[in-house]
């Protein structure tokens, strides 16, 4: 498992170079409002709903006193207002209970394991949310896997896997040191522009030589390459 791993992310960084990180890690609280933010819809608009939360409240402690209905309002654009601004609700007022404040530093001291399993304790936190404040906020060696990570993993052959958080568990078993970020970015570039759901572009893969995919399309040549934007790499 690790050495394909490595020889993927070869691949994709000889074709798509490696991915833009921020010098600076953003807070693991920025990062877990920002992933719940993110979920189910684009990257510009997610960013657009974190940059008014932030511009109209200006810290969490503000946010977590304001009404529900006013986060939502403010969140609008990144779609599922409701029920995202129910969860950064109750995250916010958890943590609060359970701290007396809405720092989260400490779990920049805690074991991979613990951390997870600390974040998905809250309400509305799953695996992918939790492991992203793992690698973009707290740097660890751990690859989050959303629907493009499963799919092109699966297409690959790395995995045999029915869901998202079955995959994350299979890799990040013992995942490589340093490259999680450059994988887990280029994954999902790569299931994004040409490797997509439908029309899938084998002709022009990157990882085609080593994909096992038994219905694979070498004729269509096409590429998206519009949305290389990454919301947890600007929080
Ligand atoms: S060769 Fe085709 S199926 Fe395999 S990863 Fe590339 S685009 Fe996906």
């Given at each position: 498992m690790q050495n394909k791993i490595l020889e993927i992310n070869k691949l994709l960084l000889s074709f798509f170079c490696k991915p833009y990180r921020a010098e600076k890690f953003p807070e693991p609280i920025d990062m877990l409002i920002g992933t719940i933010l993110s979920q189910n819809t684009n990257d510009k608009n997610s960013y657009r709903a974190y940059k008014n939360l932030k511009i109209k409240f200006t810290n969490w402690e503000k946010v977590q006193k304001a009404r529900r209905s006013t986060i939502e309002k403010e969140i609008?654009?990144?779609?599922l207002a409701l029920q995202k601004s129910t969860t950064i609700k109750t995250v916010l007022n958890e943590l609060f209970k359970r701290n007396?404040?809405?720092?989260?530093?400490?779990?920049?001291?805690?074991e991979e394991n613990d951390a997870l399993e600390y974040l998905i304790s809250?309400?509305?936190?799953?695996v992918k949310t939790a492991s992203c404040v793992l690698l973009f906020?707290?740097?660890?060696d751990i690859c989050p896997v959303d629907t493009h990570l499963h799919r092109t993993l699966n297409r690959i052959g790395l995995v045999n896997t029915k869901t998202p958080d079955k995959t994350f568990f299979a890799i990040n078993k013992n995942f490589p040191p340093k490259i999680a970020h450059s994988f887990h970015t280029n994954l999902i570039r790569l299931g994004r522009?040409?490797?997509?759901?439908?029309?899938?572009?084998?002709?022009?893969?990157?990882t085609e030589k080593i994909c096992n995919f038994n219905?694979?399309?070498?004729?269509r040549v096409s590429r998206n390459?519009?949305?290389?934007?990454?919301?947890l790499d600007h929080i």
């Open positions: 609008k654009v990144a779609g007396g404040n809405l720092n989260m530093d400490f779990i920049k001291d805690m809250f309400k509305g936190v799953g906020s707290l740097n660890k522009e040409i490797c997509k759901p439908k029309g899938y572009s084998c002709g022009v893969c990157p219905e694979k399309n070498i004729e390459s519009e949305r290389a934007f990454m919301l």
